[in-house]
């Protein structure tokens, strides 16, 4: 059976660099706070694929406790890649109301890249990770096992689904509440069924 975890983590550039968190205070200590994000224990599976690669193979067989993680760049955001880094027309981008600059991030076609250079009527984009290329360093503190599986759902829901509709146990089965469309519900179903033995129901729609 997949193993679940609840965690704490924050994840380094190693010269020092914090670049993600989920602990509040040290996300404020290195003005790396959002307003909209969520700073609390995050829970996921272990080996599949819901945190980078290289935390995701440390963290096999970790017991609760705190351990530091270093883990190189092709085991983080990758390495970087030429031919990701791209000349665009400047128009296209100023089409979409962007005055592009040198060091401006922005989603383009769903990717994240930035510009380089501005100059002749071209940008010079780039479109590896802006952590490609990094080693990075890792603190986590691996709270407790997750046996509980409307809290595995729910992790699961959020992390692989983008959605955190109210989920409980009625009668042995698992209840995900809200309308899911019978398309997603099947998919839904399937993912869940290969980490917990339970029915999946909807409620506000039919059963799976």
Known sequence: MKRFVELEYTGKI????????????????NNIFGNKAEYK????????????????KELEGKKA???????PAEDGFGKRDAKLIQLIPTQKIKQNNI???PGL???IDGTIATIKSVSGGRCMVDFNHPLAGK?????????????????????????????APKVEEKDGN??????????VQEII???ISEFIEKKITFEDNKSS
């Open 41 to 56: 224990p995050i829970t996921i599976c272990i080996g599949e694929g819901h945190i980078i690669k290289g935390l995701d």
């Open 189 to 191: 179903s399937k993912r």
């Open 14 to 29: 190693k010269d020092g660099e914090v670049f993600d968190t989920t602990i509040e205070k040290v996300a404020k200590e």
């Open 135 to 163: 080693d990075l360093i890792y603190e986590v503190e691996v709270l407790k096992d997750v046996e509980d599986d409307v809290e595995k759902v729910k992790a699961l829901l959020a992390i692989e689904a983008q959605i």
């Open 99 to 101: 005055r592009p600059f």
């Open 65 to 71: 406790g705190k351990y530091t993680f270093e883990i």
């Open 105 to 107: 991030q922005l989603n």
């Open 174 to 183: 698992i209840v995900i509440h809200g309308k899911i469309p019978e398309s």
